[in-house]
C-alpha cells in the first residue's frame, strides 16, 4: 500500500483493548475505529482511550471506506465467519488466534487471499514471544545444531469463560503450541495423529461431543526427518498455567520452565552432566520494533503516563481477558508479543508482502489442531492436511 498511515478497525473489545494505545504510538497507523455489540461498553471504551469512529454493528464498518484493515478479536466461533465477510468487503484481515474451528472455514479464508491478493495474519503471539525469538536466535546461529525433535503444550483452565470455550476440545485451541514447532524450522504439517486421554464432566463434554480432558498429537513435519509432539488440557487436570515449547538439538537443547517464571533451560551436549544444564532469561526484542511501541514489550498501557488514569477506571468492563492485566504471564502481553504482532501486519501491508504467518500457513497450523480433535475421535487414525494448507512446492 502506498499510505503513509493505515486506518484500523478493531473488532472486540476484551482482549481487543490491548492493542488501542499500541496502535496509537505506532508512526504508521491511525487507530481509527472500534466495534462492540455493546454500546454503553463501546463508549466506555472508546472515551477512555480517545476513539471517535465507533460501531455496533461489524457490517457497518465492512461498508466504511477509510477502514484499510480489521483487527478482529471476538468470539472463537466468529474468527472464521467474520475473516470471510471483511475480506469478501476488501478489507485486509489480522484475527487472533485460531483462524477458525472449521477446515472448510479455513479453506475459504485461503482461497479468498489468493483471489483478491488481499492479506491475511493469523495474530499467533507464541510467533513473536521473546522465548520464541530467542530459541530462533539460537538456531539460526548454529548453536542448537541440527534439530532432532519438538514439542509443544498449552495448559488452561478455562472454567468459567464465557462464549464458545465450555467443553471446547482441547485441540481446536492449540495454536500456541503447534505454530512455534513448525515455525521454527520454516515447516509445516503433513499428517497428524491424536490420541484422547481422561474424560471431562458430562455437562461439559455433551456441549461439542468431546469427552477428553487432554489431547496428545504428533505431527509429521512435511519434507522432513522431524515429527513433532504437542498435548494440550483446558478442563479437569490440575495444572498452572502453561504454553510450552521444546527444541532438542544436536548441540543444545532448549525446553520451557516446568512452573511459570523460573525460566528457561538450555541443555549443552558433550560436557559433564552436572554443568550440561543452565537457566535462562529470554533477552527482549524491542529493538525489532518502532521506538514508540517499545515499551509494549515489557509494560502493559498501565505503566505508561497517557494511561495511568485507566488502572482506576477500568479498561476491561466485561472481564473476559482481565486476566492479561493481573496475571504476571501475560502483564506485558503474552511474551512480549502484541507490539511485534502489530508491526508485522502494518509492514507486510506498506511493503506489499506476505505476513508471518500469511493465510497457508495459518491454516495449516489451525488444520493441524482440528484434524489432530478428528483423529482422537477416529482412535488415532492419521489425517493428511487438505492441500490448500500446504504451500506450493
Not at 143 to 155: A, D, N, P, R, T
Not at 200 to 226: C, F, M, Q, W
Not at 307 to 330: C, N, Q, R, V, W
Amino acid at each position: 500500500m502506498t499510505k503513509d498511515k493505515l486506518n484500523v478497525a478493531i473488532i472486540g473489545l476484551g482482549f481487543g483493548t490491548q492493542f488501542i494505545p499500541i496502535y496509537q504510538r505506532h508512526p504508521q497507523a491511525n487507530m481509527y475505529a472500534i466495534c462492540r455489540r455493546s454500546e454503553s461498553e463501546l463508549n466506555l471504551i472508546g472515551d477512555a482511550f480517545g476513539v471517535e469512529k465507533r460501531y455496533t454493528n461489524f457490517e457497518d464498518v465492512l461498508t466504511d471506506p477509510d477502514v484499510d484493515y480489521v483487527h478482529i478479536n471476538t468470539p472463537i466461533k466468529t474468527h472464521g465467519p467474520m475473516s470471510i465477510a471483511a475480506l469478501k468487503a476488501g478489507k485486509h484481515v489480522m484475527c487472533t488466534v485460531p483462524m477458525s474451528i472449521s477446515v472448510d472455514e479455513c479453506r475459504q479464508i485461503v482461497e479468498l487471499v489468493q483471489e483478491t491478493d488481499l492479506k491475511y495474519m493469523m495474530a499467533e503471539t507464541v510467533l513473536y514471544s521473546r522465548e520464541y525469538f530467542y530459541a530462533k536466535e539460537l538456531y539460526q546461529k548454529g548453536e542448537l545444531g541440527k534439530i532432532q525433535f519438538l514439542q509443544g503444550s498449552h495448559h488452561q483452565d478455562m472454567d468459567g469463560w464465557p462464549d464458545a470455550w465450555p467443553g471446547l476440545p482441547p485441540m481446536l485451541y492449540a495454536t500456541h503450541c503447534i505454530s512455534p514447532c513448525l515455525a521454527i524450522i520454516e515447516g509445516e504439517a503433513e499428517y497428524v495423529s491424536c490420541f484422547g486421554s481422561g474424560t471431562i464432566r458430562d455437562d461439559l463434554a455433551r456441549i461439542y461431543g468431546s469427552p477428553y480432558a487432554v489431547e496428545t498429537a504428533h505431527i509429521k513435519l512435511r519434507n522432513s526427518d522431524l515429527t513433532a509432539r504437542v498435548y494440550r488440557s483446558l478442563f479437569d487436570a490440575a495444572r498452572q498455567y502453561r504454553e510450552s515449547f521444546d527444541v532438542f538439538g544436536e548441540k543444545k537443547s532448549i525446553e520451557w520452565p516446568l512452573v511459570e517464571g523460573e525460566g528457561l533451560v538450555l541443555h549443552t551436549a558433550k560436557i559433564p552432566q552436572e554443568e550440561m544444564t543452565e537457566r535462562v532469561i529470554a533477552p527482549d526484542y524491542a529493538s525489532l520494533l518502532p521506538e514508540e511501541i517499545q515499551p509494549f514489550t515489557t509494560k502493559t498501557f498501565l505503566d505508561l503516563d497517557e494511561y495511568k488514569h485507566l488502572s482506576s477506571e477500568g479498561a476491561d468492563p466485561d472481564g473476559t481477558h482481565s486476566h492479561l492485566i493481573t496475571d504476571p504471564g501475560s502483564l506485558e502481553g503474552h511474551g512480549g508479543s502484541h507490539p511485534h504482532l502489530v508491526h508485522e501486519f502494518i509492514s507486510a501491508l506498506i511493503e506489499d508482502r506476505d505476513p508471518f504467518p500469511n493465510a497457508v500457513l495459518s491454516a495449516n497450523i489451525t488444520c493441524v489442531g482440528i484434524l489432530a480433535h478428528e483423529s482422537a475421535l477416529k482412535g488415532g487414525k492419521r489425517i493428511h492436511l487438505p492441500d490448500f494448507a500446504l504451500r506450493t512446492e
